[in-house]
């Protein structure tokens, strides 16, 4: 028999794995702003070089291009880096989606089958006919579909700031 206690327990599994992934994300985004610091010392680094070179050093010259190479190489980085962090936020969200529809899914069908399993065949035929019950149906399958369009929304939110950080760390690396 599955209790409202077993309901509940089985949401908080599923959103403290939902929570535990946002943690994730925002791990990924603090690396990604660490190697932004880098990019924004080695681009101080560069222009102190390039100025040097102009002024008319040419025994350095080596040394500017060593770290030319290096920027260019950090930007590769940065790059395969917010590649794979896009496509684990899509699997961790496709993911997320499916364990959700799941449990939602086999909540539904196990809180019927332990209904029905109690009854005998004249108490099941009434509650077929019972118009109540098919009001409770459409009542949970509302908030069944509410709750998908809240994770949808948080989803697309959680997209649009990986997307605006990814944006502010182009503009960074072109200045």
Do not use: P
Not at 1 to 15: I, M
Not at 93 to 104: G, P, S, T, Y
Not at 108 to 124: F, I, Q
Request: negative net charge; proline residues 0%; glycine residues 2%.
């Amino acid at each position: 028999v599955v209790t409202r206690d077993d309901v509940e327990e089985s949401l908080k599994a599923v959103f403290q794995f939902v929570k535990d992934k946002e943690q994730l994300l925002q791990d990924l985004r603090s690396q990604i702003e660490e190697t932004k610091k880098k990019i924004a010392e080695k681009q101080r680094e560069r222009d102190y070089w390039l100025e040097y070179k102009n002024v008319g050093s040419k025994i350095h010259a080596e040394r500017i291009s060593s770290l030319e190479k290096d920027i260019a190489d950090v930007k590769y980085e940065l790059e395969r880096t917010e590649e794979h962090y896009r496509e684990a936020l899509k699997v961790v969200r496709e993911e997320n989606q499916k364990l959700f529809d799941r449990h939602m899914k086999l909540l539904s069908e196990e809180a019927l089958k332990n209904a029905v399993g109690y009854l005998d065949k004249n108490c099941r035929r009434e509650i077929e006919e019972n118009e109540w019950l098919k009001e409770e149906v459409k009542i949970y399958r509302k908030e069944e579909i509410d709750l998908k369009a809240s994770v949808q929304l948080l989803e697309e939110e959680n997209t649009s700031l990986v997307a605006k950080l990814i944006d502010t760390k182009l503009q960074h690396l072109r200045v």
